[in-house]
């Protein structure tokens, strides 16, 4: 981990709030944990406060390594670090883990201060609504009164827009990349199935799999592996294994013949052992119930009215579970409300995944978009 | 059932074969059934019979009704009947389950000669050329020298190419409908999770689940929820379903909230019933393996330059999964060498499913291509 433009070490901190939240299902949250991590340092009039929202699987470590021996660095350490297109040096990063997370935030993993057992199936579906609430209350804890920006790929890009249109005067730009103003019912029915592999899993005894010693290791094994094709596309998938055999002949059996067979169960066994399937039931709900026009006559324009911050719209020509004409929707939206806003339509194989990869293009988007920002506070 | 147009009740045959199979995976079939529908009458000089092979779920029952009560006639009903594009009236069009199916042909569910049991798993992983090769014992029986036309949609295409290549003299056209000359890292990477829900069922103990009583019901399911997802477009799936609630509002549990998922629960329900699970598994391994050029060096030119059928090929604009660009490879083949072909690309919001669909301009164009069939042996 000898990166010159790593953040390097970092240590999560844990922020509890005891001041309720009411969700939008109806109930409240007496009291509930974030797990943060924060890189750079907030300037002297916390002007260059900068939101990284996580996707479907993602989490709070964002960015550099938790130990010296630490193999991987955080989800989006390629886009944020000293000198990055997110340069540290100039912002103050915030990662934070969702409500109903599973890595240090309140969530299925947590205790139930009613039961004083974990929550398991128990904890209550949050929106990406809810997300942004708990993270205003978080940003008023850091003393941020207004982000410099909100960013985020896919569901993070979900949250960034949510933010500019429930707390306008507290985001002055909004980069949503491979994102949607909301699913379409193709990504609903993938959702669905991923969650039906799990929900019907012998082992998820109604998502108190805890209290029973097992994990739906099966179903969400299943789920990851539909879903990380939909992340690809065929292009990518097509360059990286083709029709390549593992031992170059046909088996006739049911055992590994082709290397991208290998490379999804792979996948699959490595996702299954380290996420919580309660989590991974409510995140693709989340994705499933957002759709900010839904409150306004379903009339996105009149969703966008109200916001004030300045559009980062970024989609990928792949990416077919978030096409770019998804994109484009939120663009036309944003333009017929007269907001400001700058599309890319960027050129990748690697479908939606593309958001969390090196393309250069994309890189250098984003690099401009922030150093454009960064002006703005003079940094 | 009191339709005009139809076939109206037909009567399955069970052909039994005692002339040993030799298979692509090395073993032998010392002997085999084969369940067999036909319409029309075989001519004179039997020069109008058509075969029609089945896709992955499909079997021998193509066209009319079983009963008087039957409610849903065959798979193909709207293809194949008197004054249909495919005109029993001129035609004797014969319908067969292909090996390893579960509608009565040789497959799991049939008597493993050598143990006295079902097959279940030990039944042997067939492929296109081998359906191929026992339908070719099939038209031996029957006294069909050469078809006047094979014809298929999807795997069925793939059968049609296929005999085109082994048996060029006894086919004079062969019509290759939403199909490809070999799957795609995207489409074996979709059978292997559909493959991995079944296998990993607790209910399919290594594929002789008859023997415990049980039914890999769960896995089946996923695997058809998630596979009819992908046999769909999305512009058809939003046409029907949008994102149309089944309430009225969010449900905030894990129950039915949109009407797609209502849908695809209901088809995986319905298919889990209905259909064999190592049926499933030896289907989508005889698609992931058909691919003519890889023993003509990976050349598709080379592998049809043997042919002497005509050729018909049709793709759908909106089929991701056979999609547009995969029919092109074949013709383009056909075309560089020299094979007389007719490609239609057609326009339909069904996906890959609209090659079951009565989209006009495809049911035209194969009542045309066949009225011309017809003029050759002057009917």
Redesign the interface.
């Known amino acids: 981990m000898n990166h010159s433009d790593s953040v390097g070490i970092v240590v999560p901190q844990s922020f509890a709030f005891d001041t309720p939240l009411r969700l939008q299902?109806g109930s409240i949250l007496p009291h509930f944990t974030l797990m943060v991590e924060t890189y750079g340092r907030l300037n002297a009039d916390k002007s260059n406060a900068v939101l990284v929202c996580h996707a479907l699987s993602g989490h709070h470590h964002v960015a550099g390594f938790h130990s010296p021996n630490d193999k991987h660095p955080g989800w989006w350490d390629n886009m944020v670090g000293p000198g990055k297109p997110l340069d540290t040096n100039r912002f103050f990063v915030v990662g934070v883990n969702n409500l109903g997370g599973s890595h240090g935030s309140s969530g299925p993993l947590s205790t139930n201060p009613f039961t004083g057992k974990a929550y398991g199936a128990d904890f209550?579906?949050v929106t990406v609504a809810d997300w942004v609430n708990s993270q205003a209350m978080l940003a008023d804890r850091l003393g941020i009164a207004q982000w410099a920006a909100v960013m985020g790929g896919s569901l993070g890009g979900m949250q960034a827009l949510q933010w500019a249109i429930d707390y306008p005067e507290r985001i002055r730009h909004a980069l949503v990349i491979a994102s949607a103003p909301?699913?379409?019912?193709?990504n609903?029915?993938?959702n669905?199935?991923a969650?039906?592999?799990i929900?019907?899993?012998?082992d998820f005894h109604g998502g108190h799999y805890a209290d029973h010693g097992t994990v739906p290791r099966?179903g969400l094994?299943?789920a990851r592996?539909?879903g990380h094709?939909t992340y690809?596309a065929?292009e990518g998938?097509?360059k990286?294994?083709?029709?390549q055999l593992r031992s170059g002949s046909?088996r006739?059996?049911?055992d590994v013949?082709?290397e991208?067979?290998s490379y999804?169960?792979y996948q699959?066994d490595k996702f299954a052992d380290a996420f919580d399937a309660n989590t991974y039931?409510l995140m693709t709900?989340a994705l499933?119930?957002f759709?900010p026009a839904k409150a306004f006559g379903h009339n996105l324009k009149a969703a966008v009215a109200g916001t004030q911050a300045r559009f980062f719209v970024a989609s990928f020509n792949s990416d077919?579970r978030f096409a770019p004409e998804r994109s484009q929707e939120l663009v036309q939206a944003l333009v017929a409300a007269k907001k400001p806003v700058q599309y890319v339509a960027l050129q990748s194989s690697h479908g939606h995944d593309a958001f969390l990869m090196d393309d250069t293009a994309y890189m250098q988007a984003v690099r401009i978009y922030f150093n454009n920002i960064a002006q703005e506070f003079g940094a």
Chains 1, 2 share one sequence.
């Open positions: 299902n209550p579906l909301k699913l379409s019912t193709q609903i029915a993938f669905d199935v969650r039906q592999a929900l019907t899993d012998p099966r094994r299943i592996m539909m094709i690809l065929e998938l097509g990286k294994f083709g029709r046909y006739f059996d049911y013949d082709f991208v067979e999804l169960r699959g039931l709900k499933d119930y759709d077919w």
